[in-house]
Each structure stands twice: as structure tokens, then as C-alpha cells.
């Protein structure tokens, strides 16, 4: 599980330096730790807390003849220490994927400062993104939320839910609490920490809302769809570092952007804003997991629809940027081309001293008159 960074520099121990070439095995030894503690009956209970899920509950099925147990899960104080050791994980595979796979990609692409940033950000999201969308996706699929959308609301609360989907939400819990500590480990730029903390504070402040508030089935549907859209941003950006002339994946990408918005917005009004206010269960019950009353709706209706805006005009600004950066482009080729054929014209007429015909040279005039 231990990274070692190959360095000629020997840092002092604890010092900054130490800890960020370090970080990975010292994270190793942390969680080893909690592994350990599984091995021994004084430490096991604690342990556990950690690695495991937790607030299981048992519900016996009756198919057929057979009584069948079925195991699900509801939320609660307790998850916040599985969520730090699978945030602990997160930084672990962090460091995987950048010292094995996206160093040595850039050791060959030979990419400037600024490439470097971002290619190891889009190497990063881009394998997050995949995995979470192929969970999500086998999960919608598995639940039948997909085929069923009305399962979005009907039932409200959902407290309990199966073992992946609590899986799900307390691993996306810990990779993106995990990007926090990250921005000193890859030593941020200053510039870029506030746009950073920007974005994690929206997936975090969205991804918990939807756990706490037992908005879960919405919450992964959501997940999933803007997980894809920002799938496809990630690759299409690796793969215009490869080859500046494919930018084919960005057209793309804009069309799904906007189409993104629009049904998450769409699915947020029919779930929250018609499904839940026309639900038999109304009122506030924080016993019973029951947050169906207006203020929470009205709330969760404006974080989203406030999100959307923020991301939409966040995109109106990358295209405008992109659309001058390419105006710029052409109209720097267009000035470069008269130029050229100027010049050659100018070589063709004899400009500079030098003559297209030999006869026509002063020196040539003289010979022939005399």
C-alpha cells in the first residue's frame, strides 16, 4: 500500500516537504492500523465503526413458501467514522493513480506547467467520474428506478436503503472530503484553491443533503446524469492534451451540458415540487426520517435551482472565453496569409536587390549598349 516518491532530497521528518512527498505511506499506516485493530477482541468494536457499514436492519421476505432475510441500512452519527476511512482509501488510490499511471503518461508528453495541472486533474475526475457512473448506473438499473420513476417519491421517507446504495453514498462522501487535504498534498496554486473549494463544497453540501435528508433515490439519479456529463468534459480534455485538433468531444460535451440542466431541474421540480408535496406523509418527524414540509422543499428547490444557475453561467463564460480565444486564432491566420504572399510576390518582382530577369539589371543595360 505504501508510495515512495524517488527523490534525491532528504527533508527533515515532519517538516512540509516530508509529509507531502510522504503523505500516501503515512495514510497507509493509518488505515493499516484500523485493519489491525480487527484482529483484536479489545479493539475489534472500534474497529468496526471504521470499516464497515453500519445501522443494519434485518427484514424477513416472504417469496413463496421460503422466508428470506433481506439486510438494509438507514443513516446516523456513526457513518461519519466509516466516511474518514474511506476517505483515508481515497488518498491512497489518489496517489496510486498519479505516481503510476498519470506521471508517467506526462514524464512522456513532456506537457507545460499548466497542462501538467490540469492533465493530472482531468486524469484524476475522469477515472473518479467513470467509476461512480458504472456503480450508479448498475444500481439505478438494479433498483428499477429508471423504469419506475414515480419510486423517486412514492414512499417518502426512504430511510432504509440496500447495502450498495449506502455504499455508494459514503464512498462519494469520502473522495470528496478527501480533496480537501489533497489541495496541500499536490501543493494547489493559491489562484486555483478558491475555485477548488468551490466545487467540493457543492458536491458536498449536495451529496449530504440528499443522504440526511432521505432524498437518496433522487439524489443517485442526479449523480449519475451530471457524473456523465462531466465524464465526457474529462476525456474530451485528456484527449485534446494528446492532440490539440480534436476538440470534437468539447461540441459535444456543451450540447449534454445544457440537456444536463434541464432535466435535473425537470426531475428536482417533479419529485420535490409535485411528488413530495402531494405525498400522504407530510410534516416534520426528524424520528421517523420525515422532512416532507414546505421550508425543506422550498430550500432544497433553491439549492438546486441556484447550483444550475451557477454552472450554467460558469459555461456561458468557458464559451465565450473559447469562442474569442478562437476569433483571435483566425484572425491572426488571415493577417499571416497576406503577409506570405506578399513576400513572394516581392522575391518574384525582384525586391531586396535581387532581379526576376537578368536582362533587365542595370549592369545588363550597359553591356547591350555598348
Not at 488510490?93 to 506547467?113: C, G, T
Not at 455504499?167 to 478558491?194: M, N, R, S, V
Not at 451540458?257 to 402531494?278: D, E, H, N, Q, Y
Request: with cysteine.
Amino acid at each position: 500500500m505504501g508510495i515512495r516518491k524517488k527523490t534525491n532530497k532528504n527533508p527533515p521528518v515532519l517538516s512540509h516537504e516530508f509529509v507531502i512527498q510522504n503523505h500516501a505511506d503515512i495514510v497507509s499506516c493509518v488505515a493499516m492500523v484500523f485493519l489491525l485493530g480487527l484482529m483484536f477482541e479489545v479493539t475489534s468494536k472500534v474497529a468496526v465503526l471504521f470499516i464497515t457499514v453500519q445501522y443494519n436492519v434485518t427484514i424477513s421476505s416472504n417469496e413463496g413458501l421460503e422466508e428470506t432475510a433481506v439486510n438494509h441500512f438507514h443513516h446516523g452519527i456513526k457513518d461519519l467514522a466509516t466516511v474518514f476511512f474511506y476517505m483515508l482509501v481515497a488518498i491512497i488510490m489518489h496517489a496510486i493513480i498519479q505516481e503510476y499511471v498519470l506521471d508517467k503518461i506526462n514524464r512522456k508528453m513532456h506537457f507545460s506547467k499548466t497542462k501538467h495541472s490540469k492533465f493530472n486533474e482531468s486524469g484524476q475526475l475522469s477515472t473518479f467520474y467513470l467509476f461512480s457512473f458504472g456503480w450508479g448506473t448498475s444500481l439505478l438499473l438494479s433498483e428499477n428506478f429508471l423504469s419506475n420513476p414515480v419510486s423517486l417519491w412514492e414512499g417518502y421517507p426512504h430511510t432504509l436503503m440496500p447495502f450498495q446504495m449506502k455504499f455508494f453514498y459514503i464512498c462519494q462522501l469520502g473522495y470528496w472530503l478527501h480533496a480537501l487535504p489533497e489541495l496541500y498534498f499536490q501543493k494547489t496554486k493559491k489562484e486555483d484553491i478558491p475555485r477548488q473549494l468551490v466545487y467540493i463544497s457543492l458536491y458536498l453540501v449536495h451529496i449530504a443533503g440528499a443522504y440526511i435528508l432521505n432524498l437518496n433515490r433522487l439524489g443517485l439519479v442526479l449523480l449519475v446524469l451530471h457524473y456523465f456529463v462531466e465524464l465526457l468534459f474529462h476525456i474530451s480534455r485528456l484527449v485534446y492534451f494528446s492532440n490539440e485538433n480534436r476538440q470534437t468531444g468539447f461540441t459535444i460535451w456543451a450540447v449534454l451540458f445544457v440537456l444536463g440542466r434541464l432535466l435535473t431541474l425537470s426531475l428536482s421540480v417533479l419529485t420535490v415540487g409535485f411528488g413530495l408535496a402531494t405525498a400522504e406523509q407530510q410534516g416534520l418527524d426528524l424520528a421517523a426520517g420525515n422532512f416532507n414540509v414546505l421550508f425543506v422543499r422550498i430550500t432544497v428547490l433553491a439549492a438546486i435551482c441556484i447550483t444550475q444557475a451557477f454552472m450554467m453561467w460558469k459555461f456561458i463564460n468557458f464559451q465565450l472565453r473559447r469562442w474569442r480565444e478562437h476569433a483571435q486564432a483566425q484572425t491572426l491566420k488571415k493577417k499571416q496569409a497576406p503577409s506570405k504572399s506578399k513576400s513572394k510576390k516581392d522575391k518574384a518582382n525582384g525586391v531586396n536587390g535581387v532581379s526576376s530577369n537578368g536582362a533587365d539589371s542595370p549592369r545588363a543595360k550597359k553591356e547591350k549598349s555598348s
